[in-house]
């Protein structure tokens, strides 16, 4: 057991992590080469050449700026002006509804109060025909209010491209 116990203290590895500390090893040694950049003089006709493409890639991006500005513009204008027109579209279209549901409601109240089936023929014969004359008159509105819509929000649109026409 003894003889065991020897062998075993004898064939011990070191831990792991541990840097072991025999010399046979070593990393050689290089110095980092030095290169030197040779100095050059640019011709004074690229330096020019360079110079212009520069200038003139600096004004054509403040043209493109220019440009991008105002078609931010005229965007935000249409969009201004068509949420303000379907607003006002909504309102009419919320105010005929209003309309035709009260007219409704009160021919449901006078059919209630008919006596007779000939009364309530007539009454409703007359509510169709005050009907159909109002939703005539109500669609033509709706129909000049979409087309008014539409106008003002391609007025901004046209505009901006009759003058990048004139630009151009």
Do not use: H, W
Request: proline share 5%.
């Amino acid at each position: 057991m003894a003889d065991i116990q020897a062998s075993v203290k004898t064939k011990v590895k070191p831990p792991v992590g541990a840097i072991a500390t025999d010399a046979k090893f070593e990393m050689p040694k290089f110095e980092m080469p030095k290169f030197e950049i040779p100095t050059m003089e640019v011709p004074p006709a690229f330096r020019e050449a360079a110079e212009k493409g520069i200038a003139q890639a600096k004004t054509n991006y403040d043209k493109f700026k220019s440009a991008a500005e105002q078609a931010t513009d005229v965007l935000e204008e249409t969009y201004s002006t068509a949420s303000k027109g379907y607003a006002d579209y909504g309102l009419k279209v919320i105010e005929t509804t209003r309309a035709n549901s009260n007219a409704a409601f009160d021919l449901f109240g006078e059919l209630m109060t008919a006596k007779s089936y000939s009364e309530v023929v007539e009454k409703t014969t007359a509510y169709m025909r005050t009907q159909f004359e109002a939703i005539t008159a109500q669609t033509k509105e709706l129909t000049e209010q979409a087309q008014k819509v539409a106008t003002e929000t391609a007025e901004p649109i046209k505009a901006s491209v009759s003058s990048f026409g004139k630009a151009a």
